[in-house]
T-cell receptor, first 116, second 115 residues
Framework: AQKITQTQPGMFVQEKEAVTLDCTYD???????LFWYKQPSSGEMIFLIY??????QNATEGRYSLNFQKARKSANLVISASQLGDSAMYFC?????????????FGGGTRLMVKP | DTAVSQTPKYLVTQMGNDKSIKCEQN?????MYWYKQDSKKFLKIMFS???????INETVPNRFSPKSPDKAHLNLHINSLELGDSAVYFC??????????????FGPGTRLTVT
């Protein structure tokens, strides 16, 4: 079974509007972390936001917020006030366990296109 | 002051050759990783390595081997290259602690093309 599922291969959003990118995960480990990365057309991977499984509050980083619903095993990324520079691939990823050696498992990605 | 660097950025080679991709991090991290991103943009972990333990994703062929001359470097060596090895390879590093526990910092990627 897929550990990380991103059901939206591509999305359009109007500039200045908010957009939600979906991510669901599957793990039996009670300790895990969820990450979102942005990959622009230039190819680099840029860390956006992190949510720990024991965090009581949803993570926020500037215009990025993570809608963490533990019971539903979802960790959707919300981008407020979209900008043209937000056009990119977005990847949800999960680290299982607390060991620093734990690897990230990535979802298939969502391509976001911001329209002017 | 690049955090995670990779060389080369592009690598074009023929089937059957042996090649290496170098990765260096200057963040003082204790764990490094290699990921493969295929043509459909799917990112998959290949290795996780710190000075104590190498963890290998079971799907990685044994033609691929990580080599770490020291804590700041994790090079990827590939023997007998095949067409299916064509992909973008990302190096990453992480260190425990901090608000974003175990956040991984990625290198710029190396695009490998096997002809």
């Amino acid at each position: 079974a897929q550990k990380i599922t991103q059901t939206q291969p591509g999305m359009f959003v109007q500039e200045k509007e908010a957009v939600t990118l979906d991510c669901t995960y599957d793990t039996s480990d009670p300790s895990y972390g969820l990450f979102w990365y942005k990959q622009p057309s230039s190819g680099e991977m840029i860390f956006l936001i992190y949510q720990g499984s024991y965090d009581q509050q949803n993570a926020t980083e500037g215009r990025y917020s993570l809608n963490f619903q533990k019971a539903r095993k979802s960790a959707n990324l919300v981008i407020s006030a979209s900008q043209l520079g937000d056009s990119a691939m977005y990847f949800c990823a999960m680290r299982e366990g607390l060991n620093a050696g734990n690897m990230l498992t990535f979802g298939g990605g969502t391509r976001l296109m911001v329209k002017p | 002051d690049t955090a995670v660097s990779q060389t080369p950025k592009y690598l074009v080679t023929q089937m059957g050759n042996d090649k290496s991709i170098k990765c260096e991090q200057n963040l003082g991290h204790d764990t490094m990783y290699w990921y493969k991103q295929d043509s459909k943009k799917f990112l998959k972990i290949m290795f996780s390595y710190n000075n104590k333990e190498l963890i290998i994703n079971e799907t990685v062929p044994n033609r691929f081997s990580p080599k770490s001359p020291d804590k700041a470097h994790l090079n990827l060596h590939i023997n007998s290259l095949e067409l299916g090895d064509s992909a973008v390879y990302f190096c990453a590093s992480s260190q425990g602690g901090g608000r974003n526990l175990y956040e991984q910092y990625f290198g710029p990627g190396t695009r490998l093309t096997v002809t």
